[in-house]
Nanobody, 123 residues
Framework: QVLLVESGGELVQAGGSLRLSCAAS????????MGWFRQAPGKEREFVAR????????DYADSLKGRFTISRDSAKNTVYLQMNNLKPDDTAVYYC????????????????WGQGTQVTVSS
């Protein structure tokens, strides 16, 4: 069992930066692949970024490459999402997720989800 708790979301002006954190419980956290997804108002939840359990391979939604960075600190059982040059379109609830197997861009590939953290970008 893995419990995920996101934090770091807040109101920020366009062009600003935020770092989201996802704290995980569970002794085997380091063996899980991790992902970040987001859901904007009135839209379906979409893939943002993913990382293998080793951290060696990362992948991003095409529209976010160069602005978002996923990372993990296994010693702290925490995954991060650094978001730079934020835009109003980035406004959404951001979720982290953990996968026992290979992390994919598909929500169905993840076994555990956090409750989400709200990011609001003002213009």
């Amino acid at each position: 069992q893995v419990l995920l708790v996101e934090s770091g979301g807040e109101l920020v002006q366009a062009g600003g930066s935020l770092r989201l954190s996802c704290a995980a419980s569970g002794r085997t956290f380091s063996m899980y692949a991790m992902g970040w997804f987001r859901q904007a108002p009135g839209k379906e939840r979409e893939f943002v970024a993913r990382m293998t359990w080793s951290g060696r391979i990362t992948d991003y939604a095409d529209s976010l490459k160069g602005r978002f960075t996923i990372s993990r600190d296994s010693a702290k059982n925490t995954v991060y999402l650094q978001m730079n040059n934020l835009k109003p379109d980035d406004t959404a609830v951001y979720y982290c997720a953990a996968a026992r197997g290979i992390a994919t861009r598909l929500q169905g590939g993840y076994d555990y989800w956090g409750q989400g953290t709200q990011v609001t970008v003002s213009s």
